[in-house]
């Protein structure tokens, strides 16, 4: 049995679906952060059969729930201090986004211009470009 001790403050990143960890670890920006960051992949799981867990000892605001929400808004965010959970955050698809996902319009060209998409559709989680209407493409 695998026994990663509890962490005193920081965030753990819950039922995410087997084998998504790392790519989440890269489009949060973790890699970049001066902290400990811990992963577990295929842990048991009642609710999926098998996770991936994330436990980063750092502020939850260094964190981009947007970012976070379009890669999977299901996922559980648990807020830690001293050692026990005090909150858990609700991931809510953003109405708006800016300079995480990219375009090939006018914005490659005008590179002063910050990529920004909008939510389109929520049902079926579509974001469009707000200077072309292009649907997003790009899978995070």
Same mark, same amino acid.
């Given at each position: 049995?695998?026994?990663?001790?509890? #962490?005193?403050?920081?965030?753990?990143? @819950?039922?995410?679906?087997?084998?998504? &960890?790392? &790519?989440?670890?890269?489009?949060?920006?973790?890699?970049?952060? @001066?902290?400990?960051?811990?992963?577990?992949?295929?842990?048991? %799981?009642?609710?999926? +059969?098998?996770? @991936?867990?994330?436990?980063?000892?750092? @502020?939850?605001?260094?964190?981009?729930?947007?970012?976070?929400?379009?890669?999977?808004?299901?996922?559980?965010?648990?807020? #830690?201090?001293?050692?026990?959970?005090? +909150?858990?955050?609700?991931?809510?698809?953003?109405?708006?986004?800016?300079?995480?996902?990219?375009?090939?319009? #006018?914005? &490659?060209?005008?590179?002063?211009?910050?990529?920004?998409? !909008?939510?389109?559709?929520? %049902?079926?989680?579509? !974001?469009?470009?707000? !200077?072309?209407? +292009?649907?997003? &493409?790009?899978?995070?």
């Amino acid at each position: 049995m695998l026994n990663v001790g509890k #962490i005193e403050e920081g965030f753990v990143l @819950d039922h995410i679906p087997a084998g998504r &960890s790392m &790519s989440i670890y890269y489009h949060l920006g973790l890699d970049k952060l @001066d902290c400990c960051v811990a992963i577990i992949k295929n842990a048991k %799981s009642n609710k999926l +059969e098998k996770k @991936d867990i994330i436990k980063v000892e750092c @502020d939850i605001n260094t964190l981009n729930l947007d970012v976070l929400a379009v890669i999977d808004h299901t996922i559980t965010v648990n807020v #830690i201090k001293a050692g026990e959970i005090v +909150e858990k955050k609700e991931l809510v698809l953003p109405k708006e986004l800016k300079g995480v996902m990219k375009c090939r319009c #006018i914005t &490659s060209i005008e590179q002063e211009l910050p990529h920004i998409f !909008y939510l389109a559709d929520s %049902s079926r989680e579509v !974001y469009r470009c707000k !200077y072309c209407d +292009e649907k997003n &493409s790009e899978k995070m």
